[in-house]
């Protein structure tokens, strides 16, 4: 059994329960077996978890206690965007050694079932996904993980390693949507995952891109990230239609060929629909209630495509590529950085738009 020896601190997690609680305790696997490295199943290694970022579903997770039918029950660890460095592996792993630094795919498939077999192992249908209850997330010091869910970062920081998660999301929307080179593209939502798609879109070669949001603070910083971008403040009490009109002002009198939603709000994803082409598609990324009213007869008549997103699948070489070349940048989106002993402060930052948060992680201070 390959190993280290050089860990001293206790492994803790970053929990929440069915009471909306939010603590840091002890978690497993303890130090004294992590360092042993007894535990190891056929196929796994051990990590170092070096970053973290914290997701919107974790957050809702922590204070709602439920996305649709996921539902916190029990105890539960938080976390699924995370890096980290190889600190122990199965003599059965062979493409990973200590020392390796590595993203985490947060996922754990059955690999017999049909989309397992067809390659969208994201439907799997005995699907174990970290920090979805009730399978416990990544945020702690230390996690067991199959190695073939850890991919190889080089030398690319950790937070950035942390991004892969988000950037996969991105990835999945864009290329599954099918933006092309040239398109006028509406993107729906500012928060990190439509900054991101802003981002993946960019280096597509759509042209315009308008991104909406509620926030201002928010659109300020998706310039900042693309210079081209055009911003447009979504006010309460306008209406999806004439937000719409105001959309298509803003793109030059162009209605989008493509808008990708990165909310999940209802009246966003109208917009959204009353912005697109006759022909166009809207897709949706974000996650929302398990119920909307949609304009289904501007569906109908324009011939809008609706379509929508769960997760990903094989994107983690893409996105590593994508940031090693520099093609896409995530180097702004971490706003915040916290140890994971103040890991309440960092959820209470995540959670308040008025910090102006966009991306906060939670970093390991374990040296390796």
Known sequence: MSTTETITKSNVGVFTNPAHELWVAEAQPSLETVKKGEDLKEGDVTICIKSTGICGSDVHFWRHGRIGPMIVEDTHILGHESAGVIIAAHPSVTHLKVGDRVAIEPNIICNACEPCLTGRYNGCLKMRFLSTPPVDGLLRRYLNHPGAWCHKIGDMSYENGALLEPLSVALAGVERSGVRLGDPV???????????????????????????????????????????????????????????????????????????????????????????????????????????????????????????????????????????????????????????????????????????????????????
């Open 186 to 368: 509406l993107i729906c939502g500012a928060g990190p995952i439509g900054l991101i798609t802003l981002l993946c879109c960019a280096a597509a070669g759509a042209e315009p891109i308008v991104i909406t949001d509620i926030d201002e603070g928010r659109l300020k910083f998706a310039n900042e990230l693309c210079s081209r971008a055009r911003v447009y403040k979504v006010e309460r009490g306008v209406t999806s239609e004439q937000a719409a009109t105001d959309i298509i002002r803003l793109g030059g009198d162009r209605q989008a060929s493509m808008a990708l939603e990165c909310t999940g709000v209802e009246s966003s994803v109208a917009t959204a629909i009353w912005s697109v082409k006759f022909g166009g598609k809207v897709f949706v990324i974000g996650v929302g209630k398990p119920e909307i009213s949609v304009p289904f007869m501007r569906l109908s008549t324009q011939e809008v495509d609706l379509q929508f997103q769960y997760r990903y699948c094989n994107t983690w070489p893409r996105a590593i590529r994508l940031v090693e070349s520099g093609v896409v940048d995530l180097e702004k989106l971490v706003t915040h950085r916290f140890d994971i002993e103040d890991a309440v402060k960092a959820f209470e930052t995540a959670a308040d738009p008025k910090t102006g948060a966009i991306k906060v992680q939670i970093q390991s201070e374990v040296h390796i």
